[in-house]
């Protein structure tokens, strides 16, 4: 099943959000970084690209603004 979601930076400090989506390896093969979003400033939120399934995960971090 498909689950999209939905994350906002929801905070005005310097610092933004990377959302990084990541595909699970098949057989064994490492896991694969499919693509990153970075929101950069408050109220950006992920774009419909982001969303989980049984072999599609997400990591979410702080990074510096504008990076």
Not at 10 to 38: C, S
Request: overall charge negative; cysteine-free; charged content about 20%.
């Amino acid at each position: 099943m498909t689950k999209h979601v939905r994350i906002e930076n929801a905070d005005t400090a310097n610092f933004g959000v990377a959302v990084e989506v990541w595909d699970k390896g098949i057989d064994g093969a490492p896991d694969a970084l499919a693509f990153t979003e970075k929101l950069n400033f408050p109220t950006a939120m992920t774009s419909a690209a982001v969303y989980l399934t049984s072999t599609r995960y997400l990591v979410v971090r702080e990074i510096p603004a504008g990076s």
